[in-house]
């Protein structure tokens, strides 16, 4: 069993950065996918970005956040990281890490085996 507990979220204004973590505990995890989600009142739970566990760690971006934000891992920390730059109102969520022992976590994978309980974000314009 994998516990998450992302913290980090806060209100921004638009244009600030932002870092956003999420710690693992009850195994290690260096052999789990990691990825960050978010959603607002109303909408689907959507995928911002996953960082595989081999082969150097592939990321993957949704296109709405590409350029903007980065997504890392520390595995002697047992932490994942979503860094976000020039946020924007759009960026409003409450903001999920996940994790699976799949090699990676595509925008469109379902039954992920562990979820954080989210961390809200909010940037005013």
């Known amino acids: 069993q994998v516990q998450l507990v992302e913290s980090g979220g806060t209100l921004v204004q638009a244009g600030d950065s932002l870092r956003l973590s999420c710690a693992a505990s009850?195994?290690?995890?260096?052999?789990?996918?990691l990825a960050w989600f978010r959603q607002t009142p109303g909408k689907e739970r959507e995928f911002v970005a996953s960082i595989n566990w081999f082969r150097g760690g592939n990321t993957y971006y949704a296109d709405s956040v590409k350029g903007r934000f980065t997504i890392s891992r520390d595995n002697a920390k047992n932490t994942v990281y979503l860094q976000m730059n020039s946020l924007k109102p759009e960026d409003t969520a409450v903001y999920y890490c996940?994790?699976?022992?799949?090699?990676?976590?595509?925008?469109?994978?379902?039954?992920?085996?562990?979820w954080g309980q989210g961390t809200q974000v909010t940037v005013s314009s």
């Open positions: 009850g195994r290690t995890f260096n052999t789990y996918a």
């Open positions: 996940a994790a699976d022992q799949r090699p990676f976590l595509t925008a469109q994978a379902t039954d992920i085996q562990y």
